[in-house]
């Protein structure tokens, strides 16, 4: 079992910034890929940023590219997501999730964390 437990969301002015964090604990946390989901109200929950073990394998959903940035720190078995730029179609609940392969953890993710809400203000 992994257990991930969120951080960092709240209420934001659209045009600022939040800083998430999802600590985990459990399992070899750099064994896992790692990603963020969005549930907006009234929608799907969705994919918005996944990384692999190696940082340098990334994805991004097209309404957030340019603006957030996901990373992790191994060491602290910590995965972030740095959001910028916010704006209030942003809204909603954040969830991050671990998989044991990078496809999967933007598609069907072996465990989730509870989710933070974040709210942008227009």
């Known amino acids: 079992q992994m257990q991930l437990v969120e951080s960092g969301g709240g209420l934001v002015q659209a045009g600022g910034s939040l800083r998430l964090a999802c600590a985990t604990s459990g399992r070899t946390f750099s064994s896992y890929a790692m990603g963020w989901f969005r549930q907006a109200p009234g929608k799907e929950r969705e994919c918005i940023a996944a990384?692999?073990?190696?940082?340098?394998?990334?994805y991004y959903a097209d309404s957030v590219k340019g603006r957030f940035t996901i990373s992790r720190d191994d060491a602290k078995k910590t995965v972030y997501l740095q959001m910028n730029n916010l704006k209030p179609e942003d809204t909603g609940v954040y969830s991050c999730a671990a998989a044991a392969s990078y496809t999967r953890a933007h598609t069907s993710p072996d465990y989730w964390g509870q989710g933070t809400q974040v709210t942008v203000s227009s």
């Open positions: 990384i692999g073990w190696f940082a340098g394998h990334t």
